[in-house]
């Protein structure tokens, strides 16, 4: 299983590979704490361009909740990033990567996930890392030293209780993986409500699908995808072009972390999905697994019995299945040092939960905090990594003008 450290460092190496297309209007509201705007749209499927599916049950006052907070500062409005302005002042990268800092600090309070988590831990470090890297000066590196977590705590503390400035984030995530895994199951369980089409005989997904919420206030897109076929003389043709039409949904706006979807309890190792690993490396590049968790579905199942009669462990089955699934990406990206993150999931309706009413794991763990924190995680470093490349890049360019200028006037120095 990849450690947290080499992932974390992986994010601030990677960028993500695909991309989106205009959203139908859907509506959605389930009855906790999480408040749900729901959109879906459809397209680059295999067989239709249209998705004629709507729900609409937003209740006014959800709406008036998500909109109306009052606005004293002007947060930049492309979430995708750290903003460029706060009250009209343009924001240096020290500054940006800061309120990222804060930002992150506040989602992890409004989503009750601890701030003493290790990767919580390593996250902010690396954030720290890069504030002193952009520092170039003395007085920014006294800035960039100023805002110390415990002071970024108290300010995330004090923003979210008087929820200034509103909080605009969003996270983008596509779905992939074999037919009948549980793909669409996992997309309802992170909303809580039935929005993906799910059949336990046939294959339930047969267009890309987009699915946008709101939880907790956080603009949260899920794309749910037409499930692969195990690799056969037949299947080859059908998984290329769920691929390709895959591909051109996601290529304007590219998802922020892939989820590859297995069955916990049907990972062995006589049983590879290496060719189909293979087919979608070749269509999008190793890259892909640069941002991808590995989700494994069924994780309540029936554990298998070991040597001595007694059903195995259940953390070191589910450490031996990520293995198992680890080696073949090692192997279609023919490079051994990818370690992914593991996620494991249970979607049955009636499977334990806690006294929040969440889903649960065989080892009391909910799932759907452990999703939350890596995609947040995972989001908030590679806005990092984004400005840490576009401030490369334009320094680079500086760097080609300041040279073009001076070979120009290499012979006007010569008079
Ligand atoms: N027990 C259990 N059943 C699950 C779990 N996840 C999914 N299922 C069931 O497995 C069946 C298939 O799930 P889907 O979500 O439709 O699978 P999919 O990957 O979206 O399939 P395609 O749309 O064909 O690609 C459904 O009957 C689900 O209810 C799980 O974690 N545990
Ligand atoms: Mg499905």
Not at 3 to 12: D, M, R, V
Not at 126 to 141: E, G, Q, S, V, Y
Not at 401 to 407: A, F, G, I, R, Y
Request: hydrophobic content about 40%; proline content about 5%; glycine content about 6%.
């Amino acid at each position: 299983m990849k450690s947290i450290g080499e992932w974390i460092f992986s994010q601030l190496v990677s960028r993500p590979i695909v991309a989106s297309s205009a959203p139908l209007l859907v509506s959605s509201r389930d009855g906790d704490s999480t408040d749900s705007q729901v959109e879906y749209s459809g397209s680059g499927d295999t067989t239709s361009n249209s998705l004629a599916l709507h729900i609409e049950n937003l209740t006014s006052d959800t709406y008036v909740e998500n909109h109306s907070a009052p606005a004293s500062e002007t947060v930049g409005e492309d979430t995708n990033h750290p903003p460029k302005t706060i009250g009209g002042s343009k924001l240096d990268p020290v500054s940006r990567i800061q309120h990222l800092q804060v930002t992150f600090l506040r989602l992890l309070q409004r989503f009750g996930l601890s701030s003493d988590d290790i990767l919580v831990a390593k996250v902010l470090y690396r954030m720290h890392l890069a504030t002193l890297i952009k520092a170039d000066d003395d007085a920014n590196l006294t800035r960039a030293d100023n805002l110390r977590v415990d002071k970024a705590k108290r300010l995330a503390a004090e923003q979210e209780a008087s929820g200034l400035p509103p909080l605009d984030f969003s996270i983008r995530v596509l779905v992939l993986g074999r037919t009948g895994v549980g793909k669409s199951a996992t997309i309802n369980s992170i909303f809580g409500q039935s929005l993906a089409v799910t059949d336990a005989f046939q294959p339930g997904t047969n267009d890309v699908v987009e699915v946008m919420g709101t939880i907790n206030g956080v603009k949260i897109s899920v794309i749910d995808t037409p499930g692969l076929l195990p690799l056969s003389a037949d299947s080859v043709r059908r998984n290329r072009k769920i691929l390709l039409s895959i591909k051109r949904f996601v290529r304007k706006t590219p998802p922020d972390i892939v989820l590859y979807v297995e069955r916990l309890d049907l990972i062995n190792t006589s049983c590879s999905d290496l060719p189909l690993l293979k087919q979608i490396t070749d269509v999008f590049g190793s890259g892909i697994w640069f941002n991808t968790i590995l989700v494994m579905t069924h994780s309540s199942s029936a554990l298998p019995e070991g040597p001595n009669g007694y059903p195995v462990n259940f953390e070191s089955y589910a450490a031996r299945c990520s293995d198992v699934l680890q080696n073949n990406i090692h192997q279609a990206v023919a490079d051994s040092r990818l370690e992914n993150p593991v996620l494991l999931v249970e979607n049955h309706t009636h499977c334990r939960r806690n006294s929040k009413g969440e889903k649960i794991l065989p080892n009391g763990q909910d799932w759907k905090s452990n999703f939350l924190l890596l995609c947040l995680s995972s989001k908030v470093l590679g806005d990092v990594n984004a400005l840490m490349l576009r401030t490369k890049l334009m320094e680079f360019f500086h760097c080609l003008k300041l040279k073009k200028m001076s070979m120009i006037s290499c012979p006007l120095l010569e008079f």
